[in-house]
């Protein structure tokens, strides 16, 4: 049985040098976690592989939806934040 999920399980520190900020040249280069919802191991292996991970009656949903360049301004008590984008143009 799995573990229920919770927002706050996605809090993490994520140092900015780790972010991507292009696309890779070769996009099937890109990372792939595998986890096996099992035993719990975890693999680090590469998008180009997926196909070796399927099995028969596997569903693979395709997402090709694009990341709008924005800015987002937010305040939480007397604390104020603001998210940017190298493209600025978009603002709401």
Known sequence: MMKKMNTADFDFHLPEELIAQTPLEKRDASKLLIVNRETGEMQDKHFHSIIDMLEPGDALV??????LPARLYGQR???RTCGTSPAQKYCW
């Open 62 to 67: 395709m997402n090709d939806t694009r990341v």
């Open 77 to 79: 008590g007397n604390r």
